[in-house]
């Protein structure tokens, strides 16, 4: 079979996106572990980092808040992709430059392919995984996470972390399904407009233009996972604990990439949700 990495314009300029991508607000945090992040933090944030007096002091530990309430997040996610044992199987679709897989690694013991359409991310996730010892456990693909070509049912876990909202849901969860086994565990975490808002909000739109995606409505995850053999088991409105990281990251102006107030204004008028999902394949 030939794997397609991109299979349209509008994917095509997503990738060219993310082969572009060096914001330090991503190598600044992911140099401090080597777990490279693309999504956003959870968690009370420890304000006080503010108040060092050493300017140079000041941004690192700035720095090292903004990461840890990041990794927080991801533990959040993988937690939720347990049980699991090193014989089982995980997949990550859409995994940037590659944390997620390596926590999933590090937390059980699996084995984890991660695709990119990137095929930048692919390889400095590949590189990682090669320096940290796990890359015989652990494999980036530069291929479409709706078109994987990998092995039907033989995942027990799959996850997207913040990458939902580039793709049609129904053709993702359609490649979700037909990887998982019967009764593999399916997370997502997202951002989502609100239903009870009405309509996607100038914020949502702001968004949209910032990252090119198209951000789902919240009633559209429900409906496409009951499409395509996933049950929620557990729903989770992340939205209040999102704030204070992005409270803390408009105060870093080492690192702000000027979307921090839009995302703010979205999530305190209501329009916009941060949002954990986990379903089981059936
Ligand atoms: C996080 O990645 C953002 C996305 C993958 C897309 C949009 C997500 C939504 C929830 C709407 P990043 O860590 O590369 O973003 P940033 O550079 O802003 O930190
Ligand atoms: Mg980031």
Not at 179 to 190: A, E, I
Not at 195 to 221: F, K
Request: with cysteine.
């Amino acid at each position: 079979m030939t794997i397609v990495p991109t299979q349209s314009t509008y994917q095509s300029r997503v990738a060219d996106y993310w082969n572009a991508e060096e914001n330090p607000v991503n190598l600044e945090l992911g140099k401090l572990d080597d777990l490279y992040h693309h999504h956003y933090g959870v968690g009370p944030a420890d304000r006080s980092v503010l108040d060092e007096p050493d300017p140079v002091l000041r941004r690192e530990r700035i720095t090292a808040e903004l990461h840890r309430l990041e990794h927080a997040q991801a533990e959040l996610l993988a937690a939720h992709l347990g049980p699991l044992s090193p014989d089982d199987r995980v997949f990550d679709a859409g995994c940037g430059r590659g944390g997620g897989s390596v926590v999933a690694h590090l937390r059980y013991g699996c084995h984890a392919d991660g695709v990119t359409i990137s095929a930048k991310q692919a390889r400095f996730a590949s590189e990682q995984a090669r320096k940290r010892g796990i890359d015989d456990r652990v494999r980036y693909h530069h291929r479409n996470m709706l078109d994987t070509g990998f092995p039907t049912g033989a995942y027990t876990a799959s996850w997207n972390n913040e990458s939902t909202m580039y793709v049609e849901l129904d053709l993702l969860f359609a490649e979700h399904a037909r990887l998982l086994r019967r009764g593999g565990r399916y997370v997502v975490v997202t951002g989502c407009y609100n239903d009870t808002y009405g309509r996607a909000s100038r914020e949502v739109s702001l968004i949209n233009a910032h990252y090119i995606c198209d951000i789902h409505p919240r009633s559209e995850y429900f409906r496409a996972m009951a499409r395509h053999r996933l049950v929620p088991v557990h729903v989770q409105d992340l939205t209040a604990d999102t704030i204070p990281y992005w409270e803390l990251r408009r105060e870093a102006e080492h690192l702000v990439t000027g979307i921090e107030d839009t995302f703010l204004t979205a999530y305190k008028n209501g329009s916009f949700q941060y949002l954990l999902i986990a379903a089981d394949r059936v």
